[in-house]
């Protein structure tokens, strides 16, 4: 298999594979709105997508954002999307992206590769396991949804334009 780094030409393929790992996720197959988002990805430079080729054949995909720690004061790369067919799964395909992605990262001066998944992918967390990624045990991880605040901005933002304050 070979790893390549996509390019706004890939971003058909790329999609593909993007709107099945969101759908495993429990989001809708979309493959317009999934290129979509990988293009403007890759044209503002914000994430790194990789392609696995099984005799070109676009069988696994990754997609990296490098961000920097305040903590480690180095950069660190987040491993957030990570997918391979059905049919390549158990073919060394995963284990080609994952090794591209930290040969990457390191590289690129990273000091570490982070990622997360699903609890109940006991199977993915096997593979990263003997990939030597190690529980986070130290930090729990938090989110808030913005949705509710983007209503209040968006109103006020309203508010504002109806009473000529823009």
Known sequence: M???????ADVLEAAQLFAAYREFYGEPYD??????????RIVRDESIVLLGLDDDEVVGFAQIY???????????????????????RGTGAVDELLQTVARMAADAGAVAVELSTAHTNTRAQAVYERHGYQLDEVYR???????TLRFVWE???EERSRLGLE
């Open 2 to 8: 070979t790893v390549i780094r996509a390019e706004l």
């Open 31 to 40: 493959t317009a709105k999934a290129g979509a988002f990988l293009a403007a």
């Open 66 to 88: 490098p961000f920097f720690s305040s903590t480690r004061l180095a950069r660190v790369w987040v491993l957030n999307d990570l997918y391979v067919v059905e049919h390549a």
């Open 141 to 147: 991880s938090y989110e808030k949804s913005t949705e």
């Open 155 to 157: 109103g006020q933002v």
